[in-house]
């Protein structure tokens, strides 16, 4: 069975600091991982979309890294801001042919001034 | 541009009520979907439409209709609502299957809906 575990679920850190967050999947054929940022009441929005031939890609202070070996992604924030608090979720959809990507639960941060 | 837009926003039924969610989108896409996202779940596909007049099932569709007459509109229906179904409804589109290559996701807002 497809599945993205994150971690951790839930993270407190003070404004200026560094974070990373992290995905762990079992998602096959792999085809492509995205994060999402969730601002409280609105929808999910794309922060890096990373294929199978890419190991890192970066969206200003967010960047995301891929180890498609041991299935495994990271979303490093750099010095955090307090737009920064929202849920980031992991996404992997699979090249065998299903429209159904596989979503994880998110982390919930919280980044406090 | 507005690029997907949920209505309503909020919306409370009684069980046994039904109602129609409304999904449109102005970026031209193909592909659409519904999603519900429910507390400590990641969010969950219930029905997907690959172009006009298509439609097909996702992870959790029992209960719910879906139809795409128009390729800009894409709806869910619950025909008897149950507290079950109480949740938070996303919509999103793409342009081409997200299987395939880096196919951006687009997302509304969401529809918040309470079944009492």
């Known amino acids: 069975k497809n599945q993205v575990e994150q971690s951790p679920q839930s993270l407190i850190i003070l404004e200026g600091k560094n974070c990373t967050l992290q995905?762990?999947?079992?998602?096959?054929?792999?085809?492509?991982l995205r994060w999402y940022k969730q601002d409280t009441g609105r929808g999910p929005v794309s922060l890096t979309i990373?294929?199978?031939?890419?190991n890192t890609k970066s969206n200003g202070r967010y960047t995301a890294t891929l180890d498609a070996d041991t299935k495994q992604s990271s979303l490093h924030i750099t010095a955090s801001q307090l737009s920064d608090s929202a849920s980031y979720i992991c996404?992997?959809?699979?090249?065998?042919?299903?429209?159904?990507?596989?979503f994880g639960r998110g982390t919930s941060l919280i980044v406090h001034p | 541009n507005a690029g997907v837009t949920q209505t309503p926003k909020f919306r409370v039924l009684k069980t046994g009520q039904s109602m129609t969610l409304l999904c449109a989108q102005d970026?031209?896409?193909?592909?659409m979907y519904w999603y519900r996202q429910d507390p400590g779940m990641g969010l969950r596909l219930i029905h997907y439409?690959?172009?006009?007049?298509?439609?097909a099932k996702g992870e959790v569709p029992d209960g719910y209709n879906v139809s795409r007459l128009k390729k800009q509109n894409f709806l869910l229906g619950l025909e008897s609502a149950a507290p079950s179904q109480t949740s938070v409804y996303f919509c999103?589109?793409?342009?081409?299957?997200?299987?395939?290559?880096?196919?951006?996701?687009?997302f509304g807002d969401g529809t918040r809906l309470s079944i009492l």
């Open positions: 999103a589109s793409s342009y081409g299957a997200l299987g395939k290559g880096g196919q951006p996701q687009h």
């Open positions: 995905c762990n999947y079992t998602v096959s054929p792999f085809s492509n």
């Open positions: 990373m294929t199978f031939s890419e």
């Open positions: 996404v992997v959809s699979s090249s065998g042919g299903s429209y159904i990507p596989t």
């Open positions: 970026m031209n896409h193909e592909y």
């Open positions: 439409s690959v172009g006009e007049g298509t439609t």
